[in-house]
């Protein structure tokens, strides 16, 4: 098997980073190692194949924006956006992230394995067998799941629970899950929002997605396969019809 490619991106600009890394992954490279990054934007944008990227530090917004089908693995926080319109791959983020994580992805996975900031998930989408999931270790601030059209996001909250204690949860939410671990209060869900019981037949068609998540980041599994989550779907699929209409 061939060494992968190690690149060391102290002080590079993003511009010349992110040609040289389409340029190998065009050339057929599949493993790279990016280390010592710090706020380099827009890492893999628009990037295709089925390459593995470890990234070794802090990568800038919109990490894997556009993407389509290669890997990332981030040891480290990343800033906002990560995931943003994203139509295939994952990105496996080992800290942190900032606000609207998996900002109208499309597709793909992005799992976090401690925080998100705001609007996390916000406008997310799916179409026909393309269906974005982010899941999140820790917890989420306010407007999770924000305008959100389509997909999964998942909030397992590791050591506090209920996992989401901001308010404006789905808000104008049309389409798509929030599935949070704990019972989360009426009063914290957005307009157009509602609660609904989670079933065993909720818990046995996301058991393959909480088991890979914890997979990733060496979790113990078996603590969250039960039914102790509160589901998040639409009221309706046109929350704000009220809004555009006069008598």
Not at 53 to 60: A, E, K, Y
Not at 70 to 96: K, Q, R, V, Y
Not at 153 to 172: C, F, K, N
């Amino acid at each position: 098997m061939a060494e992968p490619l190690v690149i060391d991106v102290k002080g590079m600009h993003y511009t010349p980073l992110n040609r040289k890394i389409r340029e190998v992954v065009a050339s057929g490279t599949k493993e790279i190692v990016l280390n010592n990054v710090l706020g380099q934007r827009f890492i893999g944008n628009g990037l295709r194949g089925d390459a593995k990227i470890t990234i070794n530090g802090v990568p800038g917004g919109d990490l894997g924006m556009f993407m389509s089908g290669p890997e990332f693995e981030i040891f480290g926080d990343a800033e906002h956006a990560p995931g943003n319109t994203m139509d295939s791959g994952a990105l496996i983020i080992h800290g942190s992230a900032g606000d609207a994580v998996a900002h109208s992805m499309r597709g793909g996975k992005v799992f976090v394995k401690g925080n998100i900031g705001y609007r996390g998930g916000i406008h997310m989408k799916e179409y026909e067998d393309k269906r974005p999931i982010l899941a999140v270790g820790g917890t989420s601030h306010a407007f999770l799941g924000e305008y959100m059209a389509g997909g999964l996001i998942l909030v397992l909250g590791i050591g506090q629970e209920p996992a989401v204690l901001d308010r404006g949860i789905g808000s104008g939410i049309h389409g798509g899950e929030i599935v949070i671990r704990g019972d989360v209060s009426d009063k914290l869900l957005g307009v157009g929002a509602m609660k609904v019981k989670f079933t065993e037949e909720d818990l046995e068609r996301l058991t393959p997605v909480i088991k890979e998540f914890c997979e990733k980041f060496g979790i113990d599994a078996s603590d969250f396969l039960d039914t102790n989550y509160s589901r998040i779907i639409p009221a309706s699929s046109r929350p704000f019809a009220g809004k555009y209409t006069w008598e």
